[in-house]
């Protein structure tokens, strides 16, 4: 899941995208990305999101692309956006 702003609710929405995926493919180990442009966009809750065994993992893309952040915001801001599955 791509996450270009703040939202309380991102966490939830990747969970339920994993769950409904899952019970597609019961025996497939799935684990879910989310994708946030900065830190400030990553929701303060679900404490357990992003520990080892959580099913729920994070990738913030400033800190892993500091040069290039910029561009995807602004694909963001002009309606570009993907969901990542499978």
Request: proline share 6%.
């Amino acid at each position: 899941m791509f996450q270009g702003q703040p939202s309380d609710k991102a966490w939830h929405n990747l969970l339920t995208k994993i769950a409904l995926y899952g019970e597609e493919h019961p025996r497939s180990d799935v684990v879910g990305i989310a994708i946030f442009l900065r830190e400030q966009d990553v929701p303060a809750f679900q404490s357990w999101a992003n520990h080892v065994v959580a099913p729920l993992l994070q990738v913030v893309l400033r800190r892993v692309l500091p040069d290039g952040w910029r561009a995807i915001r602004r694909c963001w801001n002009s309606g570009f956006s993907s969901d990542f599955a499978g």
